[in-house]
């Protein structure tokens, strides 16, 4: 499953799309899954956690010092990892019925195998969501009296006594229930979305539709059939149709099976009126399979590019990693209300319908290149996730991190590599080592969680795929698809651990990864490297000093050192290009590039045959997911390894620390009573000089020159602060300051490359094309900041506006005239809602360009918006997220507001969206959840709007645990 975008909730960051091939794992993104566990409430064979006394330590956390005892009540106990107790009843095989109407009726008839002697049969079960109600419970076909079981808020208990069969020995469970899609706001389960059926059941929504075992190590094979009237003619679920016909009243029926074993988060079924792209793949067998995209009425036309993208999917799996489809058919539905990014359900992919419906009139360039990402990355769950799945939700980067990479690997293949690849280490630093720093930091494999939604999280998806990344970097990729292809061959049709994972990479390739997995899939935080060299011209040799650390976080004060590949390569400072070197003996192997395997909290490494002085270049493609520092680089040397390293990620990262190195002596000149003016500051010209060479040097991707472009922003500088000390107006002055700079010292030349941009340049490739208008419109918003320019520029925005042939120029025109109060914006905005208020993707860029303006009317523009029922929606995720969430994470003047208006709109949200929808209010918490970085009166209005969430009453236990979490005092925090 994919997060929604919430994750990121700045499209025009870098980061998050304007300007990169990043997809968007959502969520802040984010939180996601459709999760209510009762494990914790009693200790049952239906929980895989016993349901002990938390430990010391897990005790400890629960102290909220800093919270009222009304919010202290309100924390969950917290469900633990090393709890885990296999199931008491396996479900083997399972035939369900669903009659689909305004109240479904759904038979659910399981062979349940008994694991564990005298154990009572416990189901998951929660009726409020969809208003379950039971009909029947039959065993062995015979009724069961209602007062023969139990059935709490979360389950439904089924004594031993009504189960006579011995371990091994299978009973025949039948219940009959019906629920009621159209009351289902939470999206989980089975609900509605614009009139047609839909299911979403990852984490723990086939919960809210049946009782059930409701985990994922309870694998069965399905055989579903769904009935509906023909008004609803088209009725999909898991595996091959194998049959299908009239019924005598008025109905039809299809019968599905899936001859596979899956977990029930894994079940899907829809049922609706739609248009319907086919097509066919034939795999490398030479097995043909029947493709099909279904959308809602009128959208046919948006389906060819993610058809193209499903093709290109079945084909890299099987050319990259030896992945062959299994079924006979594959089909992806489209839904507008849909909380996640996408679901990857056994052969019948449930997507958020902005990442399946594209043409050049309605998406940008970064739209076209999520929808590619994210086909691709819930397709190849069907092997990383659905063939072999995790055995708990503790394990669940098992199956994402893993498909994270496979997804950056596929888009990095297909697209270029170099600017795929730095849109990804963006969005890990920008949001996920902030979450790293915060109350809710955890380790990839998480020991404890209240709300396993809220592990949806970029340290599961985004860490994890560093993490699957560093790996491949340690055994070489050819070693490392030895390495999953054994994991593969060992656990198909199991559900494992991240333990198996590893052992497989280790027994494939005969080398030791104890340390690698004790550390990165145990521990929380961010390592901190910093690096000291010292050159010694007689010996030709270059010695670099490498020391570890790894700042405290919740539940873990003390860490052990990790193992680190930190790869390094460098520059000569006479031959402005790259020196070979032998690592660790005069006679080794010659090379450019090396990885040098830092497992110590302080180690020393020795590269011989270093024929001139170098430049270090360090973290080369970003190797380890991890803070670099090495004071010996001046300023000068930072230009120049932004000018001559032949390293990609070290070439923008050079120029970036330069930025934020520039930014942080600002921000500190406004601490000191000092206007923030970037023009006199001393390096002032190196910076300019840097990304003059830059944006003139015609052999560099035109992507990289506009990722270049993009200097930190306010987010990323408040987080790069020491707790406490984060001054929103100095922060905010000091970017402001910079941005000035660069446009007004680089005015020309960005008026030039604009000029050079706009035309396709003849046989121009699609991938060029995209970075042509990356860079263009990089210009056009720096242009619109510079004095004398700016007429030229807004005439330049508009014209952009009424003239292009795609939707990223138009929105382009639009993002760059955001932030300036002038007779441009308000045309260009009233235009684009005029040309797109039927679209209701659109009409969401809409939503999110005024959400993200800096202008001091953004709140109000928001109350406006909430005010059109005929576009806005907030029972829709998708609403909430270009609003609400773009508003307080990717706004960082207008959400930290001094007032405090910023906070009181967004809690008033969370408090309202709770009711509707706990996923999406928490994943709204947690941009609270970073209330100590500021000082006051920031960090004391975000910590007051926390405590009246936390007060309120029924509080989901989603939003529960964010708001508790974050309210923590420091010491429980450690």
């Not at 940008?364 to 708990?392: K, M, P, Q």
């Not at 935080?525 to 650390?549: D, F, H, I, M």
């Not at 590949?565 to 005069?586: C, D, E, H, I």
């Not at 059109?868 to 995720?877: A, G, L, R, S, T």
Request: aromatic share 8%.
């Amino acid at each position: 499953m994919l997060p929604d975008e919430s994750i990121i909730a700045d499209p025009n960051h870098p980061a998050s799309g304007s300007l990169t091939t990043l997809q968007l794992q959502s969520a802040n993104a984010a939180s996601l899954g459709a999760l209510r566990t009762g494990w914790q409430r009693r200790a049952t064979q239906s929980s895989p956690f016993r349901a002990q006394r938390p430990s010391k330590q897990a005790e400890s956390r629960r102290t909220f010092t800093s919270m009222s005892e009304e919010a202290t009540q309100k924390a969950a106990q917290p469900v633990l990892r090393l709890e885990y107790e296999p199931p008491a009843f396996l479900a083997k095989d399972v035939d369900l019925t669903v009659e689909l109407d305004d109240t479904s009726k759904i038979s659910c008839k399981v062979e349940y195998e008994r694991q564990r002697e005298g154990a009572d049969l416990v189901l998951n079960g929660e009726r409020k969501p969809a208003q379950m109600e039971i009909q029947s419970v039959l065993i062995n076909g015979e009724s069961l009296d209602a007062d023969a079981y139990q059935v709490d808020d979360e389950t439904m208990t089924i004594p031993s006594a009504a189960l006579p069969v011995k371990v091994g020995e299978k009973i025949s469970v039948q219940i009959d229930v019906t629920v009621v899609p159209e009351k289902n706001t939470s999206l989980n389960g089975l609900y509605k979305s614009s009139g047609n059926f839909c299911t979403q059941m990852e984490a723990e929504g086939f919960r809210n539709m049946m009782y059930f075992v409701d985990r994922p190590d309870n694998m069965s094979i399905y055989r579903t059939k769904v009935i509906a009237s023909k008004s609803v003619p088209h009725l999909l679920s898991n595996g091959n149709d194998v049959e299908r016909g009239d019924l005598p009243d008025g109905r039809h029926f299809v019968l599905w099976e899936d001859p596979w074993p899956k977990p029930c988060y894994l079940f899907a079924l829809v049922g609706g009126d739609f248009d319907v792209l086919t097509d066919s793949f034939t795999t490398c067998s030479g097995k043909e399979v029947r493709l099909g995209i279904f959308v809602e009425k009128g959208n046919l036309s948006k389906t060819p590019h993610a058809m193209d993208c499903l093709k290109r999917a079945f084909k890299w799996d099987e050319e990259r990693f030896d992945r062959e489809y299994d079924l006979s058919q594959f089909n992806i539905v489209a839904v507008s209300d849909f909380t996640m990014g996408a679901m990857e359900n056994k052969s019948l992919n449930i997507f958020n319908s902005k990442y399946v419906l594209a043409d050049n009139d309605t998406a940008t360039d970064t739209d076209f290149l999520n929808i590619e990402g994210i086909i691709g990355h819930e397709y190849f769950h069907n092997w990383s996730g659905n063939r072999v799945t995790c055995r708990d939700w503790f394990q669940l980067t098992l199956k994402e991190g893993l498909t994270v990479f496979r997804d950056q690997e596929f888009s990095s293949d297909l697209n270029s590599r170099a600017s795929k690849r730095i849109a990804d280490v963006q969005l890990l630093r920008d949001h996920q080592f902030k979450e790293d720093a915060g109350p809710m930091a955890h380790p990839i494999r998480p020991d404890a969680y209240e709300a396993i939604d809220n592990f949806y999280s970029l340290t599961v998806y985004e860490k994890g795929a560093e993490i699957i990344r560093m790996i491949q970097t340690i055994v070489t990729p050819e070693g490392f698809r030895k390495g999953l292809n054994l994991y593969f061959e060992r656990h198909d049709g199991q559900a494992v651990t991240c333990d198996d994972f590893v052992k497989a990479m280790e027994d494939a390739n005969e080398v030791d990864l104890s340390l690698f997995r004790d550390t990165w899939y145990t521990q929380a935080g961010t390592p901190e490297v910093s690096v000291k060299t010292s050159y010694n011209a007689e010996a030709a040799e270059l010695t670099l000093t490498v020391e570890q650390s790894c700042p405290a976080t919740p539940g873990q004060a003390e860490k052990e050192p990790f193992d680190i590949p930190l790869a390094v390569g460098l520059v000569g400072t006479s031959s402005n290009g790259p020196l070979r070197f032998k690592v660790g003996a005069a006679d080794a192997e010659e090379v450019d590039s090396a990885v040098l395997r830092v497992t110590k909290a302080k180690q020393e490494f020795t590269l011989h045959g270093v024929s001139e002085k170098p430049v270090p270049s360090l973290l080369r493609g970003f190797s380890a997911p991890v803070k670099l520092s090495c004071s010996e680089l001046t300023r000068r040397d930072l230009v120049f390894l932004a000018a001559h390293d032949t390293d990609s990620f070290v070439r923008y990262e050079s120029g970036q620390e330069l930025a934020k190195q520039i930014l942080t002596e600002l921000v500190e000149k406004a601490a000191s009573g000092v206007e923030a003016d970037a023009l006199d500051h001393e390096d002032a010209p190196l910076l300019l000089s840097s990304l003059e060479h830059t944006l003139r040097d015609a052999s560099l991707d035109r992507a990289l020159v506009s990722l270049a472009l993009a200097m930190p922003n306010e987010s990323a500088m408040a987080d790069a602060m020491e707790k406490g000390t984060a001054n929103v107006d100095h922060i905010s002055s000091a970017c402001a300051a910079l941005r000035r700079l660069i446009a007004e010292g680089l005015g020309p030349l960005f008026a030039e490359t604009y000029e050079a941009t706009r035309e396709p340049a003849k046989n121009e490739s699609p991938g060029d094309a995209v970075a042509r208008r990356q860079l263009k419109n990089s210009c056009l918003r720096y242009l619109v900041k510079n004095s004398a320019l700016r007429e030229d520029a807004l005439r330049k925005a508009v014209h952009q506006f009424e003239a292009p042939e795609n939707m990223t120029d138009r929105y382009g025109a639009v993002l760059a005239v955001r932030d300036i109060d002038c007779s441009e914006r308000t045309r260009l905005l009233q235009d684009f809602f005029d040309m797109y208020k039927s679209d209701k993707l659109v009409v969401q860029k809409w939503f999110r360009v005024q959400a993200q303006s800096a202008l001091p009317s953004t709140v109000d523009a928001m109350k406006s918006i909430m005010d059109m029922p005929e576009v806005f929606d907030i029972k829709n995720p998708n609403c909430c997220y270009a609003v609400f969430n773009a508003f307080a994470g990717g706004n960082f003047t207008g959400f930290h507001a001094a007032d405090g208006s910023g906070y009181t709109f967004v809690a008033d949200r969370i408090i309202q969206i709770d009711d509707i929808n706990p996923q999406v209010a928490s994943r709204l918490a947690k941009q609270f959840s970073s209330w100590r970085s500021f000082t006051a009166p920031w960090s004391t209005k975000m910590h007051a709007e926390l405590e009246r969430i936390a007060a309120k009453k029924d509080l989901s236990k989603d939003v529960a645990e964010i708001v508790h979490k974050s309210l923590e005092a420091p010491s429980s925090n450690l």
